[in-house]
């Protein structure tokens, strides 16, 4: 009887759930069956539910890097484990612990406030805290797996919680060792371990020139508010326009290949990169193929940043792939450069 009364409640379950205004896109698309999970202890049990019905599942976080179907059979499970707390400290480092489901632009702001700099340049990006290392999310010279120290996720091939330590995650230019096993991990918690020795970073001219003329040294919060300021005049809000933020990775290539490009388009942005090749601007390779602000049907690219698609209303998963293919080909085609589409594909 005492282990009836200890059972988590169950996750909550809405069948053929309108998932709309759940993902930042605005396509409209229906779940089978949808389970909000509010607790970690509430997977072992929904997760054995799954496996005994044979049914194929899916997680949707905040919904701001994927590209949903019409239709979603099976489980959608619904991610909002929320709460942060400082776990740890000593004179070097500040341990915080943080729910999968917690917004990833209110954790930033909340850091902030407790003098916790770090993260400031990951402004303003949307979706949770549990998507954010999985695609190792990252803006203006910063990545978020730098600032891990572990994962907590329920394993469905282990049928377990495991708690994997950052040298595990395969951390990569917008991928993780969660990416590459796709539909197995459910991330519920995790470990942010954040030097006290802050500094700012401005590796990104965009960013920099913000503070060159004042010729001042910016604190984390100035750093913030102007990445907040960049992001806001890059990038169309959600609510006003369905997008998934950038839709192509920088492609990164060799010195050689570099040096060709360079040599027939003089004015190729880039940067250079950790490894030692070059990090391609994909947003100036797209403008430089004429999308930047063209329109096919109810999708498009987006006036002000050709790396941005956008739904203007209606549109759907097939006219959002076949504008990103023909972007791709052309792309490809004029400077022999492979695009990465960045959002999760359901």
């Known amino acids: 009887m005492n282990s009836a009364k200890n059972a988590p409640n169950p996750a909550k379950l809405t069948p053929n759930l309108g998932l709309k205004h759940r993902n930042s896109f605005g396509l409209d698309s229906m779940a089978e069956f949808a389970y909000e999970i509010t607790s970690a202890d509430q997977l072992p049990a929904l997760m054995k539910e799954l496996r005994d019905k044979k049914l194929a599942w899916r997680v949707l976080g905040g919904g701001s890097n994927v590209i949903l179907p019409e239709s979603l059979p099976g489980a959608t499970i619904l991610i909002n484990i929320l709460g942060q707390d400082l776990v740890k400290s000593d004179d070097t480092y500040s341990w915080l612990s943080v729910g999968a489901g917690v917004n990833w632009h209110e954790l930033v702001s909340w850091t902030l406030e407790h003098n916790l700099p770090g993260f400031e340049n990951l402004a303003l990006i949307p979706g949770t805290v549990g998507a954010a290392p999985i695609q190792n999310i990252g803006a203006y010279g910063v990545e978020i797996g730098e600032y891990i120290d572990s994962i907590e996720v329920f394993d469905s091939t282990a049928h377990a919680f495991v708690t994997l330590p950052q040298e595990a995650c395969q951390f990569a230019y917008r991928d993780s060792y969660f990416k590459q096993n796709p539909n197995r991990f459910i991330v519920t918690k995790v470990i942010f371990k954040i030097p006290k020795s802050w500094q700012a970073r401005l590796q990104y001219a965009d960013l920099a020139k913000q503070f060159t003329e004042s010729n001042s040294k910016p604190s984390a919060k100035q750093i913030f508010d102007a990445v907040c300021t960049i992001r806001s005049k890059k990038l169309p809000d959600p609510a006003v326009i369905g997008n998934a933020g950038s839709f192509f990775q920088n492609p990164i290539v060799g010195n050689q290949q570099y040096e060709q490009l360079i040599k027939e388009f003089p004015n190729l ?11 391609l601007a994909a947003g100036w390779l797209i403008d430089q193929c004429g999308f930047k602000g063209k329109r096919i049907g109810p999708v498009g690219v987006y006036e002000k940043q050709a790396l941005v698609l956008v739904n203007h209303g209606g549109g759907t998963s097939k006219d959002i792939m076949g504008l990103a ?15 990465e589409i960045e959002p999760n594909i359901l």
Do not use: H, M
């Open 269 to 279: 942005v880039s940067y250079p990169d950790a490894t030692g090749t070059r990090k």
């Open 325 to 339: 293919k023909n972007i791709q080909e052309e792309v490809l085609g004029k400077f022999g450069v492979q695009l």
